[in-house]
């Protein structure tokens, strides 16, 4: 009785364990791409001279991204694949990795 319990229980704890790979890459791209929209939207309505000289520098990685309404949009989907991809993939190894591990 003891090891079925101790095999089920090890079970239990490795399905709770995992990640959903396309739930976290959603989660993360969604958090990455509303920090660029609010960010470049608040630099707009804060106004000034120079507009956000450093977030400008994001339009050197997202091509067509600058620091304006329209930006912000294209700034929001780079964001949103770009978290999509960095969250999928850091689910996905951690799932692969508590795969290794289980099987030793």
Do not use: C
């Not at 991204?65 to 770009?82: A, I, M, N």
Request: charged letters at 10%.
């Amino acid at each position: 009785m003891d090891k079925e319990q101790s095999t089920l229980e090890k079970i239990v704890k490795t399905r709770l364990t995992r990640l959903n790979a396309v739930v976290s890459g959603l989660v993360t791209g969604v958090i990455f791409g509303l920090i660029v929209f609010i960010a470049t939207n608040w630099l707009l309505l804060k106004g000034g001279e120079p507009v956000g000289p450093h977030l400008a520098l994001l339009g050197q990685f997202f091509l067509g991204y600058t620091v304006s309404f329209w930006g912000s949009l294209v700034g929001l989907l780079y964001g949103l694949v770009t978290g999509f991809i960095m969250g999928f993939a850091v689910a996905f190894l951690y799932n692969v990795f508590l795969n290794l591990r289980h099987k030793q």
